[in-house]
């Protein structure tokens, strides 16, 4: 049963998005899309596949959505559906093929309207095709919390009119960054978990980059949709070397090259090309360039650091954030050595995006104590381990400040 | 779908009127939007500042107390209710009033619709 609902996962998405956009309901749409995989999983097995398996689930789920309105005409007011009647007339499409309408439904899913939590949310659930238990899990809430908000983002769609389209050309640079920041905080949440027992899941990360798959398949042309697949995929590649046999934080000093995934990398790579062509890099496009100069790398000394201060630069000019300035002072670090590096982290000292993050602190602590200001270093780690995350994030700290009192007796 | 657009002034003159807003772009802008055929009601607030609360206690009793605005930066300055066909539209709307500039805001709240009921 679960392989075959896992074949429907990416028919279901297409399936709800069409539905969505021509009943202008999400809740409709998902009931009659489950309905018609429901029926499909009762029929092809005695009747057969259909040689149009596509459209065969899309008339089903139409037929019942039409059922339904008829059935609760104020449900149907409420949707001001004007089109049944015409709608069940329309003939199939010439391709057999459903229409792809699942651009729309991420821009729907990312609307700025909607609350932020909200977004990430939807879109697994509806362009992910996770289940409402699976969306929890994903976000660590309770199931029950997960379905209160799911229910509520979806009235919030219906009451407000939020319209399933894709913003014209010219709104388009003003929307896009909204869905790829929902793709890109589902990766980093999976790339490192913010709470719990492991560092990174890479569950969430594969659905994020199965996300940016669909998204890019849809606007091949959108160089910041590719740069973000791009950006995913060389970081994803080092997923199996991140972490040592016990779940613990292996440092990309300290990783094994040889267990990166080199078809990712070589994805990765021939995609970063493409995002950085052809016009202005985008902020994606240039932290997959950064990526890939990190996997390109044999080992971490020859890393090509001045490269990567190069990159951050660019970065820092179109996309400033106080941690992309902390990953440049991290950067010349390396470069020039931990006293350039720490000068240039305590020059942020005041940024209160930093104040609780706590890779600021553990890369402080990082260059003191190789500067072997252990006392120092000390404080710091102490300080990264008020706000580290997951366990296997505070073992980490825990095993430097042990390390550091070896060395300090 | 009916939409509710309430302007909010964002800082105001020594005179109780809106910082940055030129009489000459409200003009353009209410000329664009009627002539666009969208607008169901709009009224201009005749000050910033005039507001009186009235509230009645379980007893009865009428409280009347000078407005609303000790606890809060943005003041009311005046709304329009157009009728769009979506949310989008409306933002749109939204972002060309000149009230959601200079620091300025414009809200935007559906509208329910209880013809269906």
């Known amino acids: 049963m679960d392989q075959v609902e896992a074949v429907f996962r990416e028919e279901r998405g297409r399936l709800l998005a069409a539905l969505a956009r021509r009943f202008g309901?999400?809740?409709?749409?998902?009931?009659?899309?489950?309905?018609?995989?429901?029926?499909?999983?009762?029929?092809?097995?005695?009747?057969?596949?259909?040689?149009?398996?596509?459209?065969?689930?899309m008339t089903t789920a139409r037929r019942k959505a039409v059922d339904r309105l008829r059935r609760d005409q104020a449900y149907a007011a409420k949707l001001a559906i004007l089109q049944v009647d015409a709608d069940r007339a329309e003939g199939p499409r010439p391709g057999g093929g459903l229409p792809d309408e699942r651009l729309e439904l991420f821009f729907t899913c990312a609307h700025p309207a909607l609350a932020p939590e909200d977004r990430g949310a939807l879109t697994l659930r509806c362009l992910a095709g996770l289940s409402t238990p699976e969306v929890a899990r994903a976000f660590l809430v309770p199931v029950a919390t997960m379905a209160k908000r799911i229910v509520r983002a979806k009235a919030r769609i219906r009451d407000a009119r939020i319209p399933f389209r894709v913003p014209d050309a010219d709104e388009l640079p003003a929307r896009l960054p909204g869905v790829l920041q929902v793709i890109y905080s589902v990766f980093t949440e999976g790339y490192a978990a913010s709470s719990g027992p492991y560092l990174q899941r890479t569950d969430l990360a594969e659905e994020a980059i199965r996300l940016a798959r669909i998204l890019h398949g849809l606007l091949p042309g959108e160089r910041e949709v590719t740069g973000l697949?791009?950006?995913?995929?060389?970081?994803?590649?080092?997923?199996?070397?991140?972490?040592?046999?016990d779940g613990d934080v292996v440092l990309l000093e300290d990783q094994n090259r040889a267990r990166w995934d080199a078809d990712l990398i070589t994805e990765g790579r021939a995609l970063v090309v493409s995002a950085l062509t052809g016009g202005p890099a985008g902020p994606y496009a240039v932290q997959a360039a950064i990526a890939a100069v990190h996997d390109e790398a044999p080992d971490f000394v020859s890393t090509d650091w001045p490269q990567i201060v190069a990159l951050y630069d660019v970065l820092l000019t179109i996309d400033p954030s106080p941690v992309i300035a902390l990953n440049r002072a991290a950067a010349v670090a390396f470069r020039d050595g931990p006293e350039t590096g720490l000068a240039l982290l305590d020059s942020l000292a005041a940024e209160p995006r930093l104040r609780d993050y706590h890779p600021y602190a553990l890369a402080r602590a990082d260059l003191l104590h190789r500067l072997n200001?252990?006392?120092?270093?000390?404080?710091?780690?102490?300080?990264?381990?008020?706000?580290?995350?997951?366990?296997?994030?505070?073992?980490?700290i825990h095993r430097r400040l042990a390390a550091l009192t070896s060395e300090d007796n | 779908m009916k939409y509710l657009l309430l302007i909010n002034a964002g800082e105001l003159d020594p005179s109780g009127g809106a910082v940055g807003c030129e009489p000459e772009d409200w003009m353009r802008f209410d000329k664009e939007i009627t002539e666009a055929g969208v607008v169901v009601a709009s009224e201009s607030l005749a000050d910033l500042v005039t507001a009186t609360r009235v509230q009645v206690a379980n007893d009865g009793s009428r409280t009347v107390t000078d407005g609303p605005f000790a606890e809060t930066r943005e003041v009311l300055g005046g709304f329009y209710v157009i009728d769009v066909p979506d949310l989008d539209v409306a933002l749109d709307w939204a972002a060309k009033c000149p009230g959601s500039r200079a620091g300025g805001s414009v809200v935007v709240r559906p509208i329910a619709d209880f013809a269906g009921a």
């Open chain 1, 373 to 396: 200001r252990l006392p120092e270093a000390r404080a710091a780690y102490e300080q990264a381990l008020g706000t580290a995350g997951s366990d296997p994030e505070r073992t980490h």
């Open chain 1, 25 to 57: 309901d999400l809740d409709l749409a998902e009931e009659v899309t489950s309905e018609a995989i429901e029926a499909a999983l009762v029929r092809w097995p005695v009747d057969g596949v259909p040689p149009n398996p596509g459209g065969w689930l």
């Open chain 1, 229 to 245: 697949l791009a950006l995913m995929l060389l970081v994803h590649a080092r997923c199996a070397a991140r972490t040592g046999p």
